[in-house]
């Protein structure tokens, strides 16, 4: 069973840093688990151009973020038993300063919006939140600002995981089945076939690789039963899925037609290109998806 005992929260106390904020209680009641809240004041941020104007005004700075950190733990632990902390740094990069502290505080899970304020400093939190998918050894929980479009803090009823057969995906798929016996929820197992049609075979009537092998659908499923099962140490309620298309557009599609909660994938898949490409894919998922994003880095080589 997962063990999530320790979760980072990197604030810049924007709207979607708050969603962030309340989906980390959600998780840290349902595994017992402590939280910190983060935020790094960035120096030189105001003005490249005139540091030393911005440094006479940055222990204000933190002590505005200390107090609205306080302000946020008083909120959390008044709900319940939560156990919260709060911490707040200066540096010039704020993505690597997070990657630094949740390496240091041996963090089980970060979880973080991917956009924060409106304008530059939205695409700059978005760009915080891609970096640290990207180069961080901690599983992440990403969260896309909806605008209050839906309700992600109140339970995780569906989770969809996508699994390309590699040693990652099975780490990814048993990381999801246990948040699936923690909340309760519905394990979906989805596998997506990359297959593009040369356009001469669009003139015979045919645009998809099911139509010219026929079994394949049937043997892909029955590949990814198998997978999913030899995976899974106990047995559990699942569906299998497979589909034709780009990955990560299928993968983020079928979540918002099925109505899913959530979203798990592994950074990393096969060797090689590959290796390269199915954590492209996870990245894309995680930026584009409308609900939850769980990214599992490989934490260790597959047997060779």
């Not at 950190?69 to 709900?79: F, G, M, P, S, V």
């Not at 891609?130 to 180069?135: T, V, W």
């Not at 003139?203 to 030899?230: C, M, Q, W």
């Amino acid at each position: 069973m997962t063990k999530i005992k320790k979760i980072l929260v990197p604030t810049d106390f924007s709207a979607n840093s708050e969603s962030a904020l309340k989906y980390a209680a959600m998780i840290a009641t349902a595994f017992g688990s402590e939280i910190t809240i983060y935020h790094v004041v960035a120096l030189f941020n105001d003005d490249p151009a005139n540091p030393e104007a911005y440094l006479k005004n940055l222990q204000k700075a933190i002590s505005v973020s200390e107090e609205a950190l306080d302000d946020r733990q008083t909120k959390l632990e008044h709900k319940g038993t939560l156990k919260v902390k709060t911490k707040v740094s200066r540096a010039i990069s704020i993505a690597d300063e997070i990657l630094n502290y949740s390496k240091e505080g041996s963090f089980d899970l970060i979880i973080i919006g991917t956009h924060g304020r409106a304008g530059i400093s939205r695409f700059l939190m978005g760009s915080v939140a891609e970096r640290i998918i990207r180069h961080t050894s901690c599983p992440v929980i990403s969260i896309k600002d909806q605008h209050g479009e839906k309700d992600l803090h109140s339970k995780i009823k569906k989770i969809i995981v996508g699994v390309d057969f590699s040693e990652y995906s099975k780490q990814a798929l048993t990381q999801a089945a246990d948040f699936a016996k923690i909340f309760n929820a519905r394990l979906e197992v989805m596998h997506v076939i990359e297959e593009l049609l040369h356009p001469s075979f669009y003139a015979t009537g045919e645009s998809s690789i099911f139509d010219l092998n026929p079994d394949l659908y049937k043997r892909s499923r029955k590949v990814l039963e198998d997978f999913a099962h030899e995976t899974l140490a106990e047995t559990t309620d699942l569906n299998v899925y497979v589909m034709e298309g780009r990955p990560h557009a299928e993968i983020v599609h079928f979540a918002d037609s099925d109505q899913a909660d959530l979203i798990v994938m592994a950074t990393h898949g096969l060797s090689g290109l590959d290796h390269f490409l199915i954590g492209s894919n996870s990245e894309k998922v995680a930026r584009k998806s409308n609900i939850p994003v769980l990214i599992l880095p490989a934490y260790e080589e597959p047997d060779s």
